[in-house]
């Protein structure tokens, strides 16, 4: 496959570099944004490794890991990370994740974001079901995956173990043919 180069409105997808160990942290490094994630706040040494290994399984074949920065178009500026794995154990089916630096919430860019994720799935990938699972408090994703068209489905029980606790995760997906009717409309 090509190398991811996906525009939308006002951002991008492109693959990550090296060079955005500094941007990617400024999000999984940031209390606030990984507040309700699966993990605690990254170091910087951690976010390094994780784009060194983003950047390695763009190369892979088959490739099933689809890490990306999200960029403003006009300032080139990483603002997000976004994620797209496909499933072996799921017939073109992948899940997906997706985080913005806390200086850019609240202008849109999330829906951009997911709905970028959701064409490089469909549009470029052919996939069929792609979903999401997000901490019940997280009011902000709940709202962000449904403005994008997607459904909830339901709720996984102690799905994440974080702080010393299980926490269940809400699922939120959607298929191909909603994506399409979305897209019609
Ligand atoms: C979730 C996230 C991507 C949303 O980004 P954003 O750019 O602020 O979202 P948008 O401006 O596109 O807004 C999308 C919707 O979410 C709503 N929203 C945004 N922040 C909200 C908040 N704190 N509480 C409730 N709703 C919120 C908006 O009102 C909008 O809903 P609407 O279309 O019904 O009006 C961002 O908050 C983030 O990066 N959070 C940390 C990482 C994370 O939680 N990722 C999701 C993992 S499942």
New binding site residues.
């Given amino acids: 496959m090509q190398p991811v180069h996906l525009p939308g409105p006002r951002l991008a997808l492109r693959e990550l570099s090296p060079g955005d160990v500094d941007g990617v942290f400024a999000?999984y490094g940031s209390p606030?944004?990984?507040?309700?994630?699966s993990f605690e706040p990254r170091t910087r040494d951690q976010v390094a490794e994780i784009v060194q290994r983003s950047v390695a399984s763009a190369t892979a074949d088959p490739r099933s890991e689809y890490a990306v920065a999200v960029v403003e178009r006009q300032s080139e500026r990483l603002v997000?990370f976004g994620r797209l794995a496909t499933d072996p154990h799921q017939q073109r089916g992948a899940t997906f994740?997706?985080?913005?630096?806390?200086d850019?919430?609240?202008?849109?860019?999330?829906?951009?974001?997911?709905r970028l994720l959701l064409s490089l799935g469909f549009d470029t990938l052919g996939l069929h079901r792609i979903w999401?699972?997000?901490?019940p408090l997280?009011?902000?994703?709940?709202?962000?995956?449904?403005?994008a068209g997607m459904v909830e489905e339901g709720r996984i029980r102690e799905h994440v173990h974080k702080a010393g606790k299980w926490r269940d995760s809400i699922v939120h997906g959607i298929l191909d043919r909603e994506w399409r009717r979305a897209g019609a409309e």
């Fill in positions: 999000i606030a944004a990984t507040h309700h994630l997000g994740g997706f985080a913005l630096r806390p850019v919430w609240g202008r849109g860019y999330g829906v951009e974001t997911v999401g699972a997000r901490s997280n009011t902000a994703s709940a709202a962000t995956m449904a403005a």
